[in-house]
């Protein structure tokens, strides 16, 4: 049972428009959640995170939003860049605990010039 | 500070053998976790180790194993390779004692298994 899910493996956006990538979860225990970007040879690196005792986090181009109700997550790129182009996983956890984190399949994106 | 290191990033084998790979978090990371990634599954989480004792195990069969140094350094072993078990495997740590702070990851090791 997969309890993260990114439901588009792909997205292209044009350069200096907005991207926004989607992740649903369906384990309403989750309380944090964080986003990831991967490009081909490297290892992830941490983008951006949301706890759910807020709704919107922002870090200069990238806003993420959470939707606890609906147990869905979002992220923004605006606006997008060439340099953007990577695959982006959405990961969610406990903040309590050490409990591991759960990532979704990811979303490949790609911004064209 | 130099980041996460693996070796050796590439690795082929056949069914049947095992395979160690290694894993040199961070100076002064003491949690250690692995993740197997593959084209269809995205990021699954494998084991966590913190101060050379596993904290946390994913869902994988018994073939998979880790162990953690005192010096922090890890290893997983995957005995008797079977050829879905090609795929990247990646290593993560972390500065404080949970594995949900935020954690960095190293290249990976490709392994691929004939």
């Known amino acids: 049972d997969q309890q993260v899910k990114q439901n588009s493996p792909s997205l292209s956006v044009q350069e200096g428009r907005i991207s926004i990538l989607n992740c649903d979860y369906t384990?309403?225990?989750?309380?944090?959640f964080l986003w990831y970007k991967k490009y081909p040879a490297e290892g992830p690196t941490f983008l951006i995170s949301?706890?759910?005792?807020?709704d919107k986090n922002e870090d200069g181009r990238f806003t993420v939003f959470l939707n606890k109700s609906a147990k869905h997550l979002s992220l923004h790129i605006v606006p997008s860049q060439p340099g953007d182009s990577a695959v982006y996983f959405c990961?969610?956890?406990?903040?309590?605990?050490?409990?591991?984190?759960?990532f979704g399949k990811g979303t490949r994106l790609s911004v064209i010039a | 500070k130099a980041g996460v290191t693996q070796t050796p990033r590439y690795l082929i084998k056949t069914r049947g053998q095992q395979v160690t790979l290694s894993c040199s978090p961070i100076?002064?990371?003491?949690?250690v976790s692995w993740y197997q990634q593959t084209p269809g599954q995205g990021l699954q989480f494998l084991f966590e180790?913190?101060?050379?004792?596993?904290?946390n195990k994913g869902n994988f069969p018994g073939r998979f194993s880790g162990r953690q140094f005192s010096n922090s350094r890890s290893e997983m072993n995957v005995s008797t390779l079977e050829l879905g078990d090609s795929a990247l495997y990646l290593c993560?740590?972390?500065?404080?004692?949970?594995?949900?702070?935020?954690?960095?990851f190293g290249p990976g090791t490709r392994l691929t298994v004939l």
């Open positions: 993560a740590s972390s500065p404080l004692e949970g594995p949900t702070d935020t954690q960095y």
């Open positions: 384990n309403s225990m989750f309380d944090y």
């Open positions: 949301i706890s759910s005792i807020k």
């Open positions: 990961a969610a956890s406990l903040l309590s605990g050490n409990t591991p984190l759960v």
């Open positions: 100076s002064g990371h003491r949690s």
């Open positions: 180790y913190f101060s050379e004792t596993q904290r």
